[in-house]
């Protein structure tokens, strides 16, 4: 579903530049319509999101690839609009199904961002890229709870797995945390 | 012995045995690893409160969600009351979205925080 970027941001797996990243999401999901909060929290989401490759994907090389797409989703006629974040890594492939956070009753230092990105975005779906490293596309639409009810549950299989946005108590575990 | 003093975090003692943290930057993985050491330090013998001041603190990620439940681990193991004030609606949000808001002693001012 993801033509090209209208927007490309590559950058090396430093966790300094991480500002800058959050800058530009949150800076396009204004202009797309998005209230201040929200803009705060996709930028959250895509900071964690980056946060993840750089500990588990790299393991803390800080000298390997990312690359951020933004796509905004056109208003019309039913819908008012929003955004698609795809960012792709070199990473080791894993199965996509596996990406999931922690259970949050088991209160503990880390794990929680797998979850906050869930809880923040519409839509996650994690795919293997075609040769190396892993893809996540993250969907945001502005407003209009009703909106995401009507994604649809996504298909899962051994390279491509999508979560909605249903309230969420717990969420498993895998290494991506 | 001499603490090292971080560029972006400052340390004050407005009464014995209490300690107020105050971050002056986003807290996110790059920045976390300064908030986490200067706690540990300053979370020794003699502090029977230790006050993280969020005011100057717009941003913060699961890394900084992370060092503070550390610390609020660390607090009750010393027996050390570990209290977070100021806190930005934004950086509320994110306590919110992992269910800590309610795992945290949260109060509004500094001045509360301390007299508490």
Not at chain 1, 5 to 16: Q, T, V
Not at chain 1, 104 to 125: A, C, F, Q, S, W
Not at chain 2, 49 to 75: F, I, P, Q
Request: net charge neutral.
């Amino acid at each position: 579903m993801q033509d090209k970027p209208e927007i490309e941001l590559k950058l090396i797996s430093d966790p300094m530049y991480l500002c800058g990243a959050r800058e530009l999401v949150g800076c396009i999901a204004r202009r797309i319509g998005f209230n201040d909060m929200d803009c705060s929290k996709i930028a959250l989401a895509v900071d964690e999101a980056l946060a993840n490759i750089i500990r588990h994907g790299y393991n803390k090389s800080f000298d390997r690839p990312i690359w951020i797409g933004i796509n905004p989703i056109k208003p019309s006629a039913d819908s008012i609009g929003g955004i698609v974040i795809t960012i792709d890594d070199e990473a080791k492939q894993v199965d996509p199904c596996t990406m999931k956070g922690r259970e949050l009753e088991d209160i503990k230092p880390g794990g929680l961002g797998v979850h906050i990105i869930r809880e923040v975005m519409d839509e996650v779906r994690y795919e293997k890229r075609k040769k190396v490293g892993m893809r996540m596309i993250m969907i945001k639409r502005a407003a209009r709870p009703e909106e995401s009810a009507r994604l649809s549950g996504g298909a899962c299989n051994s390279n491509a797995c999508c979560v909605t946005n249903v309230p969420k108590k717990t969420l498993g575990s895998r290494s991506r945390a | 012995m001499a603490k090292q003093q971080s560029e972006y975090i400052s340390v004050d003692r407005p009464e014995q045995g209490v300690v107020v943290v105050s971050p002056s930057t986003d807290i996110d993985m790059s920045r976390s690893p300064e908030l986490r050491t200067t706690i540990r330090q300053e979370m020794g013998s003699g502090v029977h409160k230790m006050v993280v001041d969020l005011e100057e603190v717009h941003y913060m990620d699961s890394s900084g969600l992370a060092t503070l439940v550390e610390a609020m681990r660390n607090a009750s193991k010393a027996d050390t009351k570990l209290v977070i004030c100021n806190m930005h609606e934004k950086v509320s949000a994110i306590f919110e979205i992992a269910r800590l808001d309610s795992f945290f002693t949260i109060v509004g001012s500094r001045d509360d925080a301390v007299s508490i």
